[in-house]
């Protein structure tokens, strides 16, 4: 199908495979058994139904391999959040997690939401795919636009936020 791929060894061309992109709706992923799944956009999963099938299929497998790639939100009861404090308890070594092999690009809580070298920070690829004028840009609508603050937190920051859009910035508010 014009869905899946079939993967192929590199030296005989022998099949070996299939990559296959599959819907969001866990309902019709039952039953699979995958070797691997690279998740995309983890922050934006309405519920952890989707990721609990994947895992529990790749439990018929001797190597499975789960790559979540994604950025912060603001929905901190979602299964993104559970799986970044995941990463930060085994990367701080409050966690033994010899299958867990957390890589978390973020600016932290206290940094300086408008500063270049924060936005260095949270992007591995500043400067190569990630430009410094187009975050200045961001962030500069940002500031004239509060509602567009969390927007430009999540995903270029990679910070959670306490709500998805805010209408305040909060500065002004604790002012009050």
């Not at 934006?44 to 979540?68: E, F, M, Y």
């Amino acid at each position: 199908s014009e869905r899946s791929r079939r993967l192929r060894r590199l030296r005989t061309g022998l099949p070996c495979g299939v990559y296959k992109a599959i819907s969001a709706d866990a309902d019709f992923q039952h039953g699979g058994s995958p070797h691997g799944v690279i998740f995309d956009e983890l922050h934006v999963q309405p519920n952890r139904a989707l990721w609990d099938v994947l895992q529990t299929g790749k439990i018929k497998r001797r190597q499975p391999l789960t790559v979540a790639i994604t950025t912060a939100g603001w929905d901190r009861e979602s299964i993104c959040y559970e799986q970044r404090r995941s990463a930060e308890q085994v990367a701080s070594g409050d966690v033994v997690d010899q299958s867990f092999m957390p890589v978390v690009y973020a600016a932290d809580e206290k940094d300086d939401w408008t500063s270049p070298e924060t936005w260095r920070k949270a992007n591995p690829n500043f400067g190569v795919s990630v430009f410094e004028e187009d975050i200045a840009a961001e962030v500069e609508k940002a500031k004239q636009q509060p509602g567009y603050e969390n927007t430009v937190k999540c995903l270029h920051l990679d910070l959670w936020t306490e709500q998805d859009k805010r209408w305040i910035v909060m500065e002004k508010w604790r002012e009050c």
